[in-house]
């Protein structure tokens, strides 16, 4: 399955997680997309200013908020502001604590909402239909 | 009656009548009887003839008492004697075999030289008030009863939040002794709190309720609920504020330990999903390569399924650690031996974070009587966690550092973990101990410093952690050096 003719799409994948990182990175290889990874907020930054990606998957429940930090950071960049960023929520369901989507969304007057929203554990048809959607509509 | 009842007025006799008023007796609302020195009755009023019947010249001993001799104690005889009034409370039995509770007055009757002819005895029946007395009395008794055997603290607080009384329990539990002030024996404070079902109750003459810590003598802490309610004289105005607080201690320990229960299996379900996560991931990596008969993938895909393997298992491991009462051996163990393993086993990993860890080991250090594993797992919990709290640091102008310091204080032997790292605020110290907890996303299992503090519990000792945002942490370890007790 490719997605579209022309040049692969680049997602950039922001998780402290290596093996989430790996696993959303190799899913999105092999669905035709361009896939990186980075471990936190700090490594991500570099890497989108130099790799322009044209869509980002951010773990918002990293160490140190760094998620949310680099979330303000690319929202608040004129240059990266349209880059769409779909947020991996740790966990909604029972027994998991959304308190940091929670915070985000408190402190959300100051920054846009996401583009989209995946929720773990991941389901590859979720993902890509979420993140194809996305990309389809960017230019 | 054949007989006249009175001697003839100067026949050689008494005239009573002469000396007492005359008829005026028989008016009176009490009984009133005269004797001479023989303890005869010479007079009695209308109402003791009614309640008594006629009994002129009888002995009193015998008419009121049905005694054969005079009384011990005999108010009667001891006006003749001394010509004083006296007065005694005594218990006198009616023509029906009635018993009368009455306050007796005696007083003496002169003739005009002067001497005592006659003993006036005035009878006041306080049968009913006796009776109100002994009912009060036992009322008083029981409620007393109720008040110590009720299974609450029971006090009374005066305006100025003075105990005035207070219950066996309360007594037993806070202090001893009435007078002292509410806030200072169970708040430990030295002025009133600032908000007060008492004073609440004071203020608006209204029952109050709060839910409250207090400390008990031996200065342990209860949960309690108080109710207070306020506590009237006779004209409505309120006098006093009762308190009644019952023990709820146990019942919010029981709370605790249900609300650590559900956030436990949260937290279980929390990690377990993480790994979860990982070992979906390693599936479909290595059926990609499978698929695709790609060497790399598979070893890729393996790799992650072996990594959160390993995850899990050490999970579960801490987990059933944590899980487990035991009790540690004690061998000796070098507690400068275990701090230069561990300072060694994490040299490369700190070198790559650019963080200095350095030991600094005193000389006077006895070997200590501990679970040598438990030791070794403990510091490298506290070092592992120092080195995270730098590697996170945003602060690129600092040169970071961690210091391990093992000393000796009297008895003890002291493990001091100091980081320069991001620290921590109030609600994240706050958390520290809590299972599950962890600031470190999805590296951290939120058990090692639980597993920190069992091991420390375990072996008698203690822990604590001083932090700063911004400037670092100490974790303070204290052990006995003979082990636990």
Redesign the interface.
């Known amino acids: 399955m490719t997605a579209e003719a022309g040049p692969r799409k680049k997602i950039l994948v922001v998780d402290d997680e290596p093996d989430v990182c790996l696993y959303l990175s190799r899913l999105f290889q092999e669905n035709g997309y361009a896939a990186a990874c980075a471990g936190d907020g700090l490594e991500a930054m570099p890497a989108v200013e130099r790799d322009k990606p044209d869509l980002i998957t951010l773990d918002l429940s990293m160490p140190n908020k760094s998620g949310v930090r680099f979330y303000r950071e690319i929202k608040s960049r004129p240059d990266l502001k349209d880059i769409p960023v779909v947020f991996v929520t740790g966990v909604t369901g029972p027994g998991g604590s959304s308190a940091d989507t929670e915070r985000f969304y408190s402190t959300r007057s100051q920054v846009p909402p996401p583009d989209g929203f995946i929720a773990k554990p991941i389901d590859p048809a979720e993902v890509l239909g979420v993140v194809g959607k996305l990309l389809r509509r960017s230019p | 009656m054949a007989e006249p009842r009175w001697p003839e007025p100067g026949a050689g006799t008494l005239d009573v009548r002469a000396l007492t008023g005359g008829r005026l007796l028989d008016d009176v609302p009490c009984y009133i009887s005269i004797q001479d020195r023989h303890f005869r009755i010479l007079e009695a009023n209308r109402k003791l003839v009614e309640d008594f019947g006629e009994h002129l010249s009888e002995r009193c001993y015998a008419v009121f008492k049905g005694r054969v001799e005079p009384c011990p104690e005999c108010p009667v005889a001891r006006t003749f004697q001394d010509g004083q009034e006296h007065t005694s409370g005594e218990t006198i039995f009616d023509r029906s075999g009635l018993p009368h509770a009455v306050i007796v007055k005696t007083s003496p009757l002169r003739d005009p030289s002067g001497e005592i002819v006659a003993v006036m005895e005035l009878f006041a029946d306080i049968t009913v008030q006796k009776e109100l007395e002994h009912r009060l009395h036992d009322s008083l008794t029981r409620f007393h009863n109720l008040f110590d055997v009720v299974p609450c603290y029971v006090s009374v607080h005066d305006r100025d939040f003075r105990i005035v009384e207070a219950n066996q329990r309360f007594k037993e539990s806070f202090s001893r002794r009435l007078g002292g002030f509410c806030y200072e024996i169970y708040k430990h404070r030295k002025e009133p709190c600032p908000a007060c079902p008492v004073a609440d109750a004071f203020a608006d003459g209204h029952s109050h309720s709060d839910e409250q810590v207090v400390f008990d003598n031996a200065g342990r802490q209860l949960h309690v609920v108080v109710y207070t309610a306020p506590v009237r004289d006779a004209r409505g105005q309120i006098t006093d504020v009762m308190q009644v607080a019952a023990d709820i201690t146990e019942m919010r320990t029981l709370q605790d330990q249900l609300a650590s229960l559900g956030r436990l ?2 937290g ?3 990690s377990i ?2 790994v ?3 070992l ?3 599936v ?2 290595a059926n ?1 390569g499978f698929r695709d008969q790609n060497q790399a ?1 598979i070893q ?1 895909g393996w790799e ?1 399924i072996q ?2 393997v390993d995850r899990l298992s050490a999970m579960i491991l801490d987990m059933l650690y944590c899980a487990k009462q035991r009790s540690p051996r004690r061998l000796p163990v070098s507690l400068p031996e275990v701090t230069r393993a561990v300072v060694q086993l994490f040299a490369a990993r700190s070198a790559d974070a650019g963080v200095q860890l350095a030991a600094e080991i005193a000389d006077n250090l006895p070997d200590l009587l501990a679970e040598p594993r438990d030791i070794h797992s403990l510091i490298s919990n506290l070092v592992g966690n120092a080195l995270d709290a730098c590697y ?1 640091d ?1 602060d690129e102008q600092k040169s970071s550092r961690v210091l391990v310091r093992v000393s000796r204080q009297d008895e003890q032997a002291v493990i001091e973990v100091a980081d320069n790292g ?1 620290g921590m605020d109030e609600e994240t110290r706050g958390k520290l101990f809590t299972m599950f907890f962890s ?5 951290g299992t939120g058990l090692g410093l639980v597993v920190a503090r069992k091991v420390v519990t375990e072996h008698g000792g203690t822990i604590s952690v001083d932090s700063t945002p911004g400037q670092g942490s100490t974790f303070t370890v204290k052990l006995p050096l003979g082990g636990p007790a």
Request: charged residues 20%.
């Open positions: 299996v949260g279980i379900a929390h999903k993480n979860l996560e990982g979906r991931g390693g479909y990596v990609l993938d890729t992650m990594r959160n996170t945003q991001t600031t470190k996303g999805a590296s």
